[in-house]
Structures are given as C-alpha cells and as structure tokens.
C-alpha cells in the first residue's frame, strides 16, 4: 500500500490550501485514514481523521477551520485548510489504518505518506 500526498505549499496567514492523499496497492477496505501533522520541534500530533463509519476526529486547534473529507475515488482523502495560522506550519503526514488482502485472509496494516510542507507566513 502507498500513500500519495499532495497539496502543500506557502500561504499567508488567513489564507486556504487542499490537501489531498490517494491509497494505493491491494487495499480490501480502509479503516480510517486522515492526516497528521509534525511542526518545528514539536511532536507528531493528530489532525483530522475520517473513519469508516463516516465519523471524524480533528484536533482541537483546526476545529471550525479544517474539513476532512472523502473523494469520488473512495480511496482519496482531502483535507480543507482555512483561515491558517503561523501555527499550523508543519509537515502533514498522511495516514491510513487498512485492510489488504481478500476477505478470507485479511491483513490490518498501518501506512504512512511522505510529508508534505505547509507553511504559514505572518
């Protein structure tokens, strides 16, 4: 399975940017996939997540400014970034907890995309 992320890039404080993250490989079902996000010095933290059920998790900090959501390929995840902060600079991560295999002999991994940066200027 490989995590394809896109999106990132330079924004003014106040401004928006997409990110969007593709599944790819033997994927049988996705258990929840979202975003994660790594800022100077800081630890690895949660962003937003979309589980199966429809359910979301977002961190505290992007509650009200960022939208996760399911693309048309079933597989893509975006993830809409408003009214960003300085803050919110990081390299975000895609994330997928996923089912390979078929349904008689299924595999539950956990996968991870390469970074993307965003950075926010003041």
């Known amino acids: 399975v490989q995590l394809q992320a896109s999106g990132g890039g330079l924004v003014q404080a106040g401004g928006s940017l997409r990110l969007s993250c593709a599944a790819s490989g033997s994927i049988f079902s996705i258990n929840t996939m979202g975003w994660y996000r790594q800022g100077p010095g800081k630890e690895r933290e949660l962003v937003a997540i979309?589980?199966?059920?429809?359910?979301?998790d977002y961190a505290e900090s992007v509650k009200g400014r960022f939208t996760i959501s399911r693309d048309t390929a079933k597989n893509t995840r975006n993830l809409q970034m408003t009214s960003l902060i300085p803050e919110d600079t990081a390299s975000y991560y895609c994330?997928?907890?996923?089912?390979?295999?078929?349904?008689?002999?299924?595999?539950?991994?956990?996968?991870w995309g390469q970074g993307t940066l965003v950075t926010v200027s003041s």
């Open positions: 994330y997928a907890d996923v089912n390979t295999g078929d349904y008689y002999d299924l595999a539950r991994n956990e996968y």
């Open positions: 979309l589980r199966s059920d429809g359910n979301t």
